[in-house]
């Protein structure tokens, strides 16, 4: 009985054992497998490589005065030694990692390029940064939405609301590669398609010249260009007048309203810097046709991105069968780089948004060129006023994209020439429809360059250099407003 009885507990035990290894490997087992879910999910297979490119770029400091970009170098793989510069550098900056200044290059202050956020950017790296498959959206369209995205026409509307700066509930919204594209087709939608009375498309001076360039270069027989908004306003009942307003005005910075007040005559609102950055926001606009552009909104110049809202069905189709017949569409790569910037400004920080970065940036930059002309008796700046903004919740001081400065001297009538002896280049004033005595100034490019540009205004009003520079070849930057 007593071997029975001790088998009998062996043969327990031995069960007990086997079950416990059982339950171990099991166990370890399931572990395994978790582990091996873990850590495939979160090990990166095709995207590490242009990862690591660009994180590899986009560390190269080149001085502070210049930027790396994975187009500008010319390595192809990790492994091969690079060939030739990779930093591009700032206006008046040079060598390979931009670390030499060029003390007589001219002040670049006639470029629009609104380079004065790259610093927010580079701060929200990795939030703004997004990776494309290369298989990423090959379709002409998107899936039961057209050329345009659902998602970003979305987050548009969420962002006007945000800010408060247009109405866009009940409204359509279109996309075009940047605003220039949708300035034409907003003409071409507005004009009356009579050639025996063609349209005159009229803005107000001064006036961005890119306006009247555009309008005459695809000028059709049922509209033209005429310069002066205000020579028509007692005549317009007889003619079919497309105004364009632009407000925030380029390049004074002024809040301007359509003069022409006819039924029959139509306007196009520039509302391009009607943001809070640039200026008070006190009412949201709610006009038939406004053009947004991601460049002035957020700077991304180069993504070639914009957009409007318009309140007529017709003037829309009009406008939508332009721009399909024009470039079928909107890259889908600007609009997904759109949509991942949007969500990045939207979500926001508890430190400084990109509005508060944007607003105290342009803001400082007004004050400190407005104090030094402010002691000149040869040379003045607009007046632009306090105003109180409904998006900050307070009284905000001026912080305009441009500097439209006058020169005050009867006999110097060409005031970008005055300008240009001092080596500094910015617009003329009848690049804008109004008089030679006044010049536009750009405040929304790089540091360095505003840095330069007040540099060398402290040099001008305090001492008048005597040299002549020749600026001509130079030319305007027709693209300071997309």
């Known amino acids: 009985m007593g071997k029975v009885r001790v088998t009998k507990n062996l043969s327990i035990l031995l069960l007990l054992v086997c079950s416990l290894a059982l339950n171990v490997l099991f166990i370890l087992k399931r572990v395994r497998v978790f582990d091996d879910e873990s850590s495939s999910s979160d090990e990166l297979s095709w995207s590490r490589r242009p990862a690591r490119e660009a994180e590899r770029v986009a560390a190269i400091s080149c001085s502070g005065h210049g930027r790396a970009f994975i187009d500008s170098s010319l390595v192809v793989d990790e492994e091969e030694e690079e060939e030739g510069p990779v930093c591009e550098c700032n206006s008046c900056y040079a060598g390979s990692h931009c670390q030499n200044f060029l003390p007589s290059c001219p002040v670049n202050a006639k470029s629009g390029d609104p380079l004065f956020l790259e610093p927010f950017w580079m701060e929200n790296a990795e939030s703004s940064a ?253 007046n632009i006023e306090f105003q109180y903004c409904n998006f900050f919740h307070k009284i905000r001081a001026p912080s305009p994209a441009f500097a439209w400065l006058k020169c005050l001297r009867k006999e110097e009538k060409d005031c970008h020439a005055v300008l240009a002896a001092a080596n500094i280049m910015g617009c003329r004033g009848s690049t804008y429809g109004a008089e030679d005595k006044f010049v536009r100034l750009s405040l929304v490019g790089t540091q360095d360059d505003f840095d330069h540009l007040l540099h060398q205004v402290k040099i001008l009003i305090s001492e008048e250099k005597p040299n002549r520079f020749d600026s001509d070849h130079i030319p305007c930057d027709l693209f300071s407003f997309l």
């Not at 009229?202 to 005459?216: A, C, G, M, W």
């Open 130 to 382: 997004m990776m494309v498959a290369g298989w990423h959206r090959m379709s002409y369209t998107f899936k039961d939405s057209g050329y345009m995205s659902k998602q970003l026409k979305a987050r548009l509307r969420q962002m006007h609301a945000i800010v408060g700066n247009a109405v866009t509930e009940g409204r359509y919204i279109i996309f075009g590669s940047g605003s220039t594209q949708l300035i034409n087709a907003a003409v071409h939608a507005l004009s009356s398609h009579n050639s025996y009375s063609p349209s005159l498309v009229v803005p107000r001076i001064p006036y961005y010249s890119l306006y009247k360039q555009q309008t005459e270069f695809f000028q059709e027989v049922e509209y033209k260009f005429e310069d002066d908004a205000s020579l028509w306003m007692n005549d317009s009942a007889t003619n079919n007048l497309i105004e364009i307003v632009t407000s925030p005005n380029n390049p004074d910075g002024q809040l301007n309203h359509a003069r022409l007040q006819h039924p029959n005559d139509k306007a196009i609102y520039d509302r391009f810097y009607y943001w809070s950055h640039f200026t008070a926001i006190s009412s949201p606009a709610d006009d038939d046709i406004m053009l947004f552009s991601l460049s002035k909104f957020i700077g991304h110049a180069g993504t070639r991105f914009g957009w409007a809202v318009v309140k007529d069905e017709t003037v829309f189709t009009r406008m939508s069968r332009y721009l399909t017949l024009n470039t079928v569409g909107v890259s889908h790569e600007s609009q997904l780089r759109a949509l991942r910037l949007m969500k990045v400004i939207i979500q926001g920080k508890e430190e400084e948004t990109m509005f508060d970065f944007g607003y105290k940036t342009m803001r400082n930059r007004w004050e400190k060129l407005n104090d030094i002309v402010s002691i000149s008796k040869r040379f003045s700046l607009q």
